[in-house]
């Protein structure tokens, strides 16, 4: 990060409060991918407890 920042801040001409908010929406963006593969990835596990209802197991089964 700190590398990208001199960078910007001398090549480009970039201040250097925005090339470090560059640098950071930049990499939400890049690691936002990731986040989604790993939620979808276990939308359709059930934890069935010893307290589970039937009507909560239905439920994450039909929708």
Do not use: C, H, P
Request: glycine share 2%; net charge positive; charged share 40%.
């Amino acid at each position: 990060m700190k590398r990208v920042i001199q960078r910007d801040f001398k090549d480009r001409g970039k201040t250097q409060k925005q090339a470090e908010n560059d640098f950071l929406k930049s990499w939400d963006i890049y690691y936002e991918r990731f986040k989604n593969k790993s939620i979808k990835k276990n939308a359709n596990v059930i934890i069935i407890k010893k307290d589970t209802s039937i009507s909560y197991i239905l439920k994450k089964i039909f929708n």
